[in-house]
C-alpha cells in the first residue's frame, strides 16, 4: 500500500487530510485490513467538539471493536452519512469514501506533530506491521 503523501498520521492508524482551516479524517489501510471485515461505525454528531487524542467514535468489525481517535481538536462539521448503510466502504476505500468526519480545525499547529507518510511507513515498519495484502 501506498499511503497518500498529502496526508498526516497518527501511531493509532488514524489519517487526515488537511485543507484550508478543515481537515477529513479517516482510518488508514493499515488499520483496516487488521480489524476485518467492518459491519458498524458509530461516528459523533454534527456540532461534536474533538479532542486530540481523545476517543471520536467506535468500529466494529466481524473481529472486534475498536476506539477511533481524533488526530485533531475541532469541531465536527460534516459526517459520512454512507458508512451507515456501508460500513464496509473503509474496508474496500479506507483512504477515500471511506471516509469517517469532516473537522474544522481549532489549531492548525497540531497537525505539525502528526506523521508524514514516509514517517508512519517507516512507524509501520519499525513495528513490524507491513502491510501484509
Known sequence: MV????????KDHEWIDVKGDSGTIGLTDYAQCQMGDIVFVELPAVGAILEAEKPLGTVESVKTVNEIYAPVSGEVIEVNGELKDAPEKVNSDPHGQGWLV????????????????????????????????
Open 3 to 10: 499511503y497518500p503523501t498529502t496526508y498526516r498520521y497518527t
Open 102 to 133: 469532516k473537522v474544522r480545525l481549532k489549531d492548525s499547529a497540531e497537525i505539525a506533530a502528526l506523521m508524514d507518510a514516509p514517517a508512519y511507513e517507516a512507524h509501520l515498519s519499525a513495528s513490524g506491521k507491513e502491510d501484509s495484502h
